[in-house]
């Protein structure tokens, strides 16, 4: 039988009673003769719980040494819910074993907080599970060269998942979460979204990064790089389902791309609430401008997404960009104190309250005038467009984030993605 791995989200391990299922769906997989490596998230609300406590402690102008001892607080509650499944799984008469990122060893930068993985050392597994045993590996976590526990960002458990899996060259990583695949677009926004049988790695990317929160996107992004086949599915079927329809169900992540996915012009709708836009006005219009800016802002470990440069008047141009909300303020600060004087801007100005909506479709590379469609339909409702972001197969807008749900609902019927009643 094959290799498979599973994540499990906090959601899922959310309780004892959960954690029990778990054990119960894993113990299936195994005793059917697969050899089985787990990642679980911390239980739900874990994660924010100790990170509120940190802040509730936090120094007012916080050092490297502080997001140091942020990553080794915030892994304490992976490393609680691995050993409670590996207890739970012992409770099923099933061998098991649990290890922290560091026992692994996943090794990985020292970007606290924001943790790159640059390589898994999978003898300890493979030894485990040649035993017979399953193998619980913490996700969201590793180590660095220093020896210092660090930690992937929020939703790094899916990145940790892919990325054993890519070294241990599973056949499949399962994605188990509170949704029973990847929609349209979220369901609660649009009642008529659809569940997607398949989508394709190119999508699936460019979905996890316009907003939609079924997976990480650096772990599509580590799935595409080595190849990893994915499925999203849900955790909250019967753990006792047959072990085909299960490994059949929820959306398979593929690589192929095939003649139905041709006919879908747009797959999804994906959208993020969780965006601001900042505008350095009357900076000098000369070469190296966009580099001056950005650059001590990427030196910050602030990550940017849709940039403007607006057209040239009097030698001068204004430039606007969007960053996360958690990111806005700290951004806004440096530009407005160091960036802006010496570049000789007259004025920073930013906005917390936008949100980006993006149409996303593999047969948008083949079809004319689907950008046209949507600025039409969004000008019919009234909405105003901000800003324009597009490749190939995807086009984002950002506009004032109290028309989101607006927008989302009117795309979504324009580009006929409502389901059949």
């Known amino acids: 039988m094959a290799l498979i791995v599973h994540k499990y989200g906090g959601t899922s391990m959310g309780s004892t009673e959960r954690i029990r299922n778990v054990a119960k769906r894993v113990a299936k997989w195994a005793r059917a003769g697969h050899q089985m490596v787990v990642v679980p998230s911390a239980m739900s609300g874990e994660t924010n719980r100790l990170l509120g406590l940190a802040s509730e402690l936090a120094p007012s102008h916080a050092k490297n040494s502080y997001y140091r001892e942020l990553d080794m607080l915030a892994s304490t509650g992976e490393q609680a819910s691995s050993a409670l499944l590996a207890i739970a799984l012992q409770g099923e008469g099933v061998e098991s074993v649990s290890y922290a990122g560091w026992q692994v060893p996943v090794r990985t930068d020292s970007s606290f907080t924001k943790a790159r993985i640059e390589s898994i050392d999978d003898k300890r597994v493979r030894a485990d599970l040649d035993a017979g045993r399953v193998v619980i590996v913490t996700g969201f976590q590793g180590i660095d060269p220093e020896g210092n526990i660090t930690t992937l960002g929020r939703g790094g458990s899916d990145t940790s998942a892919v990325a054993v899996a890519a070294a241990l060259k599973a056949a499949e990583v399962l994605i188990y979460t509170d949704v029973d695949g990847v929609y349209t677009t979220d369901p609660r926004v649009v009642s008529a979204a659809k569940r997607l049988g398949t989508v394709s790695f190119e999508e699936m990317l460019e979905m996890a990064s316009l907003g939609s929160k079924v997976l990480q996107i650096r772990s599509v992004e580590f799935a595409g790089k080595y190849k990893v086949p994915m499925r999203v599915l849900s955790s909250f079927t019967p753990w006792d389902i047959d072990l085909e329809e299960e490994a059949k169900s929820g ?144 086009t984002s807008v950002v506009i004032d984030e109290k028309y989101l749900e607006l927008a989302v609902r009117s795309l979504h019927t324009a580009f006929g993605l409502d389901k059949s009643e």
């Not at 700290?330 to 104190?337: I, K, W």
């Open 251 to 394: 959306t398979l992540i593929t690589f192929e791309e095939d003649e139905k996915m041709e006919k879908a012009v747009v797959s999804g709708i994906a959208f993020n609430r969780g965006e601001a836009k900042i505008s350095v006005l009357g900076v000098p219009d000369t070469p190296g401008i966009a580099a001056g800016i950005l650059g001590p802002v990427a030196d910050a470990n602030i990550e940017v997404d849709v940039i403007i440069q607006n057209i040239s008047k009097d030698g001068k141009t204004d430039f606007s960009f969007t960053v996360s909300q958690g990111d806005y303020q700290r951004a806004l600060e440096l530009l407005s104190e160091t960036v802006a004087p010496s570049l000789g801007a007259s004025e920073v100005v930013g906005n917390p309250n936008i949100a980006k909506v993006s149409i996303v479709g593999i047969g948008m590379r083949s079809h004319v005038g689907v950008a046209s469609t949507m600025f039409r339909t969004l000008s019919k409702e009234g909405v105003n467009i901000q800003m324009i972001s597009t490749s190939e197969i995807k």
